[in-house]
């Protein structure tokens, strides 16, 4: 497998200012109907077993169109939320999922999950990803395993040097407009309410 690599300082990712674009958004969303709102149990979840999916009429966000947008909430028994992703897919067929957990106290196993998955497929260990029974029930194996992870930097050496390689796609933003937008046929968001 080829890997491509850019040198990135955190600020010049924007990770930050992109995630707060699309909490306006989820604001927004917030004060429209949804189309449809299905609950979901799901007895193989670890810990969160219910699922919250709210979905809305398609829409256009900054100038984008946004079809098929949705929320999912992760619940558990108590409907407490440990996460929930924000979905859309733009005209161009790219799908864009954009997850928020809660900081304090924090224990994703999909989380683990996807940097295990990641270091297993691109050779920077031997072991798959385990079960997620295994997982839960061995968790400072898992969290060895996974602080144990051969060097990034050593897929770094063998990648391809790709300068224009950006995560994820950043719009450009309107100066002038305050990084606020608003959705088609709402008000402006701003994100203060």
Sequence with gaps: MTAACR?????ELQADSYAEQQ?????ELLTQDPTEVEYKYIPMASGSQYLLTVKYQETSWEGQSRQFPKMRFRL?????FSSF?????????????????PYD???????????WGFAYEVGLMGEGVPALSDQEDDR???????????????????????????????LE???GAGGSGSIAGGKEASGSE
């Design 76 to 80: 558990d028994a108590e409907n407490h």
């Design 140 to 170: 400072e194996r898992c969290r060895t395993v996974i602080s144990g992870i051969e060097s990034f930097e050593s897929l770094s050496e063998r990648a391809v040097h790709q300068e224009n390689l950006a995560f994820p796609v950043l």
């Design 173 to 175: 933003q309107d100066k």
């Design 23 to 27: 909490w306006e958004f989820v604001m």
């Design 7 to 11: 040198e990135m300082g955190w600020d």
């Design 105 to 115: 106290g924090s224990a994703s196993l999909q989380a683990e999950r996807k940097i």
């Design 85 to 101: 992703t924000l979905h859309w897919q733009e005209g161009n067929g790219r799908v864009t999922d954009v997850s928020y957990f």
